[in-house]
């Protein structure tokens, strides 16, 4: 037996183990094209000086089919431990969850590793900051790609030529025309735009339920940015995958999004439609962050106040009041729960209490927002 035959029959063993355990840990699927629900995520690691930070702290997500949630704030609110709490590679993190389903699977069920390589993949695909994590010098792009193509069970006994075919074809609609040329090549001789459509072209090869993007062009020229987030998009139309893109730029979510998160201090502070968030926002945080959005080139750029808390040791109260021009005094004293604004918009914010005062905002915010609400009415 060659060892080509040797390989193929551990991946259809592996395959055939997975999908048997799929059946054990199968629950009521998710309603209304919901594809993932995540409920009081809790990540956090041992300073092993009898310390525990607290990353992630009681985060919800709901992800629904053909949706870009994004998922934004500054560095350190949490955002990749996030997602990479959810394809299950914090492995020094100490994690607890009422609940991390996608589609029918209860991923808090999932121990081993075998099976973990299996869902990564067939249900969450994983697109990195740097493609070069997920590429291997040694090999060229064709057969790593067919080496993640062969994890599919429906593809894993079609004839190598319709495999190929396949695959560049994916590699042209991703914008890779001389694709036959890169099939055959090796990472180090291409661009980083180009590995990082190779990247994604990996991924989407699966058609998982849901694509995590986690800050997919911090490692790209600003000139080649553009596209590649593009791409998303056009993945959203044709496959009706549901995407989560991570950004500490909210002008890149603010154009690819559906649905906001705005996370800080490890937790929820705001979420709502792009709409609500970008004509309605409610927290002063993501106040900040779009006055933080040049209008002009030539304009000088806004910055947050002070900086994001030490997780280690976080305040008492609202973290972010240190910074909040409009903290009030219970913001010390007390870290205020997220409070519905409508069924789709809520914030974390003692603003909101009826007995709140009423605040001004400020004339870059207000400029903005109205950028904004004028760019609705002409999209409407």
């Not at 009898?50 to 955002?79: A, C, F, N, P, W």
């Not at 057969?143 to 079609?158: G, P, V, Y």
């Not at 991703?174 to 994604?200: E, W």
Request: proline share 6%; charged share 25%; hydrophobic share 40%.
């Amino acid at each position: 037996m060659t060892q080509e035959q040797n390989v193929n029959l551990e991946i259809k063993s592996k395959i055939s183990a997975t999908e048997r355990f799929y059946d054990k840990i199968r629950t009521t699927p998710l309603t209304d094209n919901k594809v993932l629900e995540v409920k009081n995520l809790h990540v956090s690691f041992s300073t092993g000086w009898k310390k525990t930070i607290h990353i992630v702290r009681g985060l919800d997500l709901d992800v629904y089919k053909g949706q870009i949630v994004g998922l934004v704030g500054e560095s350190g609110s949490g955002k990749s431990v996030t997602s990479k709490t959810l394809i299950n590679v914090n492995h020094n993190g100490i994690i607890t969850a009422d609940k991390i389903q996608i589609d029918d699977l209860e991923l808090t069920k999932i121990k081993r590793q075998s099976h973990w390589q299996f869902i990564r993949g067939k249900k969450i695909g994983y697109i990195p900051q740097d493609p070069l994590t997920s590429l291997n010098p040694t090999r060229t792009i064709g057969k790593q790609l067919l080496d993640a193509l062969n994890t599919n069970s429906e593809w894993k006994n079609k004839k190598y030529t319709e495999k190929r075919e396949y695959l560049i074809g994916l590699l042209k609609q991703f914008g890779l025309r001389n694709a036959d040329a890169i099939f055959k090549a090796y990472p180090h001789t291409l661009s980083g735009g180009m590995k990082q459509r190779i990247v994604i072209t990996m991924v989407v090869a699966l058609k998982p339920d849901v694509i995590i993007a986690d800050e997919p062009t911090t490692a790209l020229d600003p000139t080649v940015q553009a596209s590649v987030l593009s791409l998303f998009e056009s993945i959203r139309q044709q496959y009706n995958i549901a995407i989560i893109l991570i950004s500490h730029n909210i002008s890149v979510i603010a154009k690819f999004c559906d649905y906001i998160y705005v996370m800080y201090a490890g937790r929820i502070v705001e979420r709502g439609t792009k709409k609500e968030i970008f004509t309605q926002p409610a927290h002063p945080y993501t106040w900040a962050l779009i006055s933080a959005i040049p209008e002009t080139k030539d304009e000088k750029l806004f910055n947050i106040k002070g900086t994001p808390p030490d997780m280690a040791n976080l305040p008492l109260g609202d973290p972010f009041a240190p910074r909040n021009d409009y903290a009030l005094e219970i913001d010390f004293i007390k870290e205020p729960p997220l409070i519905p604004i409508t069924k789709t918009h809520s914030a974390a914010t003692w603003l909101l209490h009826p007995d709140a005062p009423k605040v001004t905002l400020s004339d870059d915010l207000l400029k903005r927002l109205k950028l904004f609400k004028d760019a609705f009415k002409d999209y409407e």
